[in-house]
Structure formats: C-alpha cells, structure tokens
Nanobody, 120 residues
Framework: VQLQASGGGLVQAGGSLRLSCAAS????????MGWYRQAPGKQRELVAA???????NYADSVKGRFTISRDNAKNTVYLQMNSLKAEDTCVYYC???????????????WGQGTEVTVSS
C-alpha cells in the first residue's frame, strides 16, 4: 500500500491550497483517511480526518478554514485549506486506516509528507 500526497507549496497569508492524497495497492476498504501536520521541533498533530461514511473531525485551529473530503472510489482524500496563516506552515502527512483483505487487521499507512509554507 502506498499513499502519494501532493499539492503543497508556498502561498501568501490569506491564500488557499488544496492537498490531495491517493492510496494505491492491495486495499480492501479504507475506514478513515486524514491529515496530520508537523512543524519543526513540535509533535505531529491531527488536522482533519474523515470516515468512509462521511463523518469528519477537525482540529480547533483549522475549523471554518479547512475542509476535508474523500472520493472513496478513487481512494483519495483532499484537504482544501483557505485563509491560510503563517502558523499553518508545516509538513502535512496524509494517512489511511484500512484493511488489505477481508478479515485482515486494520493498519495505518502514511504518505511521504508535503510541505506547506505560508508567508506573512
């Protein structure tokens, strides 16, 4: 299983970016897909997550500015980031909580990280 993230970059404060993350490989079902982020010297923190059924969870710091969505048919998760702030500057990691076959245990897989830099 591989997760390929894309969409990071440099943007001015107040701007927008859209991150994408596609999962591929031997996948039977993905329960949860989401995004964490990590700034230098800090712990990785949950940004947003979405279940297969559409339930979402957001960090308080991004509520109202970020929107997570999924395309289950494509095993892809998106993160629309609006009104970006300098403090959103981080490396963003996508993840997928999935099973590879019927009856197999759930496992979490991570993408390689995509860097977001917001200039003030």
């Amino acid at each position: 299983v591989q997760l390929q993230a894309s969409g990071g970059g440099l943007v001015q404060a107040g701007g927008s970016l859209r991150l994408s993350c596609a999962a591929s490989g031997s996948i039977f079902s993905i329960y949860v897909m989401g995004w964490y982020r990590q700034a230098p010297g800090k712990q990785r923190e949950l940004v947003a997550a979405m279940t297969r059924g559409g339930n979402t969870n957001y960090a308080d710091s991004v509520k109202g500015r970020f929107t997570i969505s999924r395309d289950n048919a494509k095993n892809t998760v998106y993160l629309q980031m609006n009104s970006l702030k300098a403090e959103d500057t981080c490396v963003y990691y996508c993840y997928a909580d999935l099973i590879k076959a019927t009856g197999s245990p759930r496992s979490i897989y991570w993408g390689q990280g995509t860097e977001v830099t917001v200039s003030s």
